[in-house]
Structure formats: C-alpha cells, structure tokens
C-alpha cells in the first residue's frame, strides 16, 4: 500500500467521474493536477485548489507535459461521451479522444526525467463485446466490435507505459449508477413519468457499479501496488436489464412494467443503441482475487442509498 500525499494528475477531470474522483484525492490531502480541455468550465467545476492544465488530444507536446515529469501517480479518464447518436464523426472523435490522449501521456512519460510509479487508465466492459456468451472474466478475450476493438486499442496504447516501468491498471468499466449523471440519469425519466421499465427484452445482463465502488476501485488502483492489468469496474451482483427496471420502480415507488422497445431506442441511437440493447455478463474476478471490498455489492442497496437520499 502507498500512504502519504502524492502529486496526481487527473486526465479528463471534469466529467462525471473525474469530478467526483479529484474530490476525493483532494479530501485525502492528495495535490491534484488537473489536464483540462477549458480551464473556466473547470473553476466552476472543479474544487478550489486544484492545478488547472489546458491540455488536449491534438496537444502532443503542449507545455502540459512539463507537469508529468515529477508527478506520483496519473489517472487518464479522457474521453468523449458516447450517449448519443453515433455517426462516423462521433466514432472518430470517441477513438482520438481515448487513444491520441493516452497516447501523448505515455510520450511524455517517456521523455520525463522522474516518471510517474503508476498510470490507472479507464476501459470498459464493451471490450469483451456487445452480448459475450455466458460470463466474461479479465482474462477473456476482446470482441470484435467497434466497442471492443476502441477498448482493446485504448488500453494497448496505456500498456506501453509497462516497458517504462510504470504499473500499469486497466479499469474496465460497466454502468455507473448515480442519479445525477451517467446512464442512470438517463435511465430514471421514464420512471419520473410512470412510464418505466426495461429496455428491448430486458433479458440483457447489466454489469453495473455504485459510484462509490467505481471511485473507490480508482483509488485503490491507485494505491495498492500489487493492482496492475486489468480489472472489472463491476459489481459481482449481477442482474438483467428487466431486473434492474424492476429495482428502480421498487426504489421510486414507481411502476416498471413499460418496456421501452429495442426499435424505439435504434430509432433515437442509430449503431449507439447496443449500448442499452446488449450486456456483458462481467464478473469482477480480479478485482476480488486482488482484495477490493464492495461497499454495495447488491443492486437493491445500491439504488436504495442513491434514490432515497
């Protein structure tokens, strides 16, 4: 275990997890360097006290880089959001986002005189593919879809900061709950209407984390030095698409009996709907053989500590 303030850079920290993450880091006493793509959206965003970096995927040898020499730890979560239609702009976008930026960390660790003792890099469970047969562990295989194949480039882009020393964690993560951002923001309006319910067949798994968890395996990646490679950002209670619906009209005491239909969704998302249509059933093996302790390893407790707040 590593213990101490540290000097950590966070990549993409004004999104939804970068902002709850840098939060925590600062609450522990940790000194945080935040690469951002607008310095004034982050002061609004962001606690007072963190560095502010601009910095983008196009920015190879920008004088961010000068901040990574020096630096104990760095967090990449860049990255463009998917949650919409997708169109080949959007893929392209997604992919320079996620590999160009990786891969200008990993140059400038390179070229750094004191380089950083770890990178925890952000992945996703679409690696193992759309709908993977049976359950998926950290040791199997990438698909080859467009999700899989950004994933598998992604984190071979982040792996190459091995042959520098540096450890090396690969967070493979699924749906993250939390009712003010991410998918189930998104998903709780047609409960909100009384219109809820599953989505396509709804016999789709769904590989879902707590916010508290996702944050709490970044820290943990972080600061347990015998974490490296890759590790499902999962809960090990896994449920169906139908089941979470189900546990979302418990928790709102509202009905779930109104299915959203797969063509609906297509209609509205294009290629994107395989997001809300397909599931992994992902098994955080690693991540438990490695010794991380879920705060909310149940769906029905995690929604409940979220929507009855």
């Known amino acids: 275990m590593t213990n101490g303030r540290r000097r950590i850079i966070v990549a993409g920290a004004t999104g939804f997890l970068g902002t709850r993450l840098v939060g925590r880091l600062v609450e522990r006493g940790d000194s945080v360097t935040a690469f951002v793509r607008s310095v004034e959206r982050a002061r609004r965003t ?25 630096a104990d730890a760095i967090v990449n979560l860049a990255g463009t959001s998917l949650g919409e239609r997708w169109n080949e702009d ?7 986002s996620r590999i160009l930026s990786t891969r200008h960390l990993v140059a400038a660790i390179a070229s750094s005189g004191k380089p950083p003792s770890v990178l925890v890099n952000a992945s996703a469970v679409g690696y193992y593919g759309a709908n993977p047969p049976g359950a998926v562990t950290e040791d199997s295989p ?34 993250v709950l939390h009712p003010d951002g991410g998918a189930l923001e998104k998903l709780l309006i047609p409960f909100k ?23 709490g395996i970044l820290l943990w990646a972080l600061d347990d030095e015998r974490v490296s490679g890759p590790v499902n ?7 169906t698409n139908r089941e979470l619906a189900h546990e979302i009209g418990r928790a709102m005491g509202r009905p779930s009996f109104f299915p959203a239909p797969a063509l609906a969704i297509k209609l509205v998302l294009g290629e994107g709907a395989i ?9 955080p093996k690693r991540t438990t053989e490695l010794g991380y302790r879920f705060e909310h390893p149940k769906v029905r407790e995690a929604l409940e500590s979220l929507l009855k707040r």
């Open 90 to 96: 959007l893929k392209r976008r997604a992919r320079d």
């Open 275 to 283: 997001l809300v249509t397909g599931g992994q059933h992902a098994v």
């Open 46 to 70: 962001l606690r007072r006290g963190v560095e502010l970096v601009p910095w983008s995927d196009a920015d190879a040898d920008g004088p961010w880089r000068a901040h990574v020499d020096g």
């Open 142 to 175: 990438p698909a080859d879809d467009f999700m899989a194949q950004l994933a598998r480039d992604w984190e071979s882009e982040a792996l190459r900061a091995r042959d520098l020393g540096v450890r090396v964690v690969l967070v493979r993560t699924g749906v």
């Open 233 to 239: 950002a999962v809960a090990p209670g896994i449920v």
């Open 193 to 215: 209407l009384f219109v809820g319910g599953p989505i396509g067949t709804g016999r789709q798994p769904l590989p879902w984390i707590h916010i508290d968890d996702e944050i």
